[in-house]
Each structure stands twice: as C-alpha cells, then as structure tokens.
C-alpha cells in the first residue's frame, strides 16, 4: 500500500523557516514527479514545488520562487519543503503528491497519483 506521510507543520511567525517532510512507503519515488501543494482555507489547491527527474520538469510557484526549496532524498524515500521567510499568506495546510513517470511539473493536481493527508503551517504577523 503506498502512502504519503507529511511532517513538520506548526506555527511560526512571519520571517521564519519550517521544513516539511513527506515520508513514502510502498514505492520508490526515484523516477516519479515529487512535488507540493497547499491549500488555504476558502481557495483552491494550488502547486507549490515540483520536480519530476524522469522527464526533466520543474515547477515553482511565483510567490514562493527564492524562498521555498524542494528537495529529496532517495535513500530515506523522503523529500522536503526548505520555507525561508514565510509570510502570513504562506498558511494553509500542505500536502506532499507524487506523480507518474511521464508526469511534467505544471502546479496542477492532475497527474498527481498518490497523496498525504497534509500538514498544517501557520504563520503568524
């Protein structure tokens, strides 16, 4: 069974840093689109990051560009969502997705195989 555990959501105030991880189980993410999203309350999922190796594609959002990182790590099946200097507009509840081999990065759902039940960041002015 696969699944997609996210982490390291909380509260902090604004100018601070988070990392979030997704832990994955049930497969191996080597050759498939990685990325996030989130979800403020009352708006629509939108894409965050993503990064799909196997066709070469990136994604980032224009208000995080300079200020979230996405990376991974193979080994520990886990990738992660470096935030620098949030912003209160940065709240919502962020959800970790892995697409399929042929997936391109867009910041759209669609591809998106596989997700976890998300984790809540607030971030306080």
């Known amino acids: 069974e696969v699944q997609l555990v996210e982490s390291g959501g909380g509260l902090v105030q604004a100018g601070g840093s988070l990392r979030l991880s997704c832990a994955a189980s049930?497969?191996?993410?080597?050759?498939?689109?990685i990325a996030w999203f989130r979800q403020a309350p009352g708006k629509e999922r939108e894409g965050v990051s993503c990064?799909?190796?196997?066709?070469?594609?990136?994604y980032d959002a224009d208000p995080v560009k300079g200020r979230f990182t996405i990376s991974s790590d193979n080994a520990k099946n886990t990738w992660y969502l470096q935030m620098n200097s949030l912003k209160p507009e940065d709240t919502a509840v962020y959800y970790c997705?892995?697409?399929?081999?042929?997936?391109?990065?867009?910041?759209?759902?669609?591809?998106?195989?596989?997700w976890g039940k998300g984790t809540l960041v607030t971030v306080s002015s």
């Open positions: 997705a892995a697409g399929g081999k042929t997936t391109y990065c867009t910041g759209s759902v669609y591809g998106m195989d596989y």
């Open positions: 990064i799909s190796s196997s066709v070469g594609s990136r």
């Open positions: 049930g497969f191996t993410f080597d050759d498939y689109a």
